[in-house]
């Protein structure tokens, strides 16, 4: 027994074969068939063992498939774009030729960006969506069709993100003026300003009432429980 746990210590100190995480995530999804995929696996295999460059005899040797099933699987591959030939140069300045599956963690990499993106887009969709309902919800009632093509305006030619939208609307429910036009008028000026976030607003906000409470005198009279915010007038800003 104590044997055979020194010959499985020593074949695992023979070396590991490192494989990304993500290979196993993605490769359905970039359409490689199964038998592809441990192809691939088994050039990663070579490549640990110093041989960048085995033949389809050396491959048949692990794997249920005739050299002719390799070189088709192969060259499907180079086809698809996950596998490429390459050149080194060993350390007697001989070139020689090597398997590269470089092209396929970039083609992984691109896939999970250009998912990313979609998962972006369909996000800002969802949430332009909601702009409208909230919209509906303030308003007590449906829009009309020129205030949907209005909002639609902000977000296509004006380009105000959702949450700078939401933001703006309220503004005007703060000031107590819920119209597209004073709501307008507000993106008009945060634009002008270059106010193109929510923090930004914010931040805004707190210096006017920093200014506001600073100079405001102090009175011996114990204040009312109730207690009065001032509102940022964007359109009519104070010095």
């Known amino acids: ?17 490192s494989i990304p995480k993500l290979f196993f995530q993605y490769y359905k999804a970039l359409k490689i068939a199964d038998d592809e ?6 050039l990663l295999a070579f490549h640990s063992e110093q041989n960048d460059f085995p033949t389809p005899s050396d491959i048949a040797k692990r794997i249920y498939s005739s050299e002719n099933e390799i070189s088709s699987k192969l060259q499907r591959l180079m086809q698809k774009g ?22 396929l963690w970039e083609r992984i990499l691109d896939h999970i ?3 990313s993106m979609q998962q972006e887009i369909e996000a800002e969709k969802n949430e332009e969506g909601e702009i409208f309902a909230i919209f509906e919800q ?12 209005t909002i639609s305006m902000w977000l296509d030619t004006d380009n105000h993100s959702p949450a700078i939208i939401k933001a703006a609307l309220k503004e ?11 709501i307008d008028r507000i993106l008009f000026e945060w634009k002008k300003k270059n106010i193109t976030s929510v ?15 600073s100079v ?11 207690k009065k915010v001032s509102f940022y007038n964007w359109l009519e800003e104070r010095e």
């Open 1 to 17: 027994m104590k044997m055979k746990y020194q010959r499985l210590h020593m074949w695992i100190e023979q070396g590991n074969v």
């Open 37 to 42: 995929a441990l192809l691939l696996l088994h």
């Open 82 to 103: 996950f596998l490429e030939i390459t050149q080194g140069i060993d350390g007697n300045g001989i070139v020689y030729e090597k398997y590269s599956i470089y092209r």
């Open 113 to 115: 960006e250009a998912s």
């Open 138 to 149: 303030e308003f007590g009632r449906l829009l009309s069709p020129m205030e949907i093509e």
């Open 172 to 182: 005007a429910v703060l000031a107590g003026k819920i119209s597209l036009r004073y």
């Open 199 to 213: 923090k930004q607003v914010e931040k805004h906000t707190e210096q006017f009432h920093s200014k506001t409470t």
């Open 216 to 226: 405001q005198p102090k009175v011996s009279v114990a204040p009312e429980n109730t």
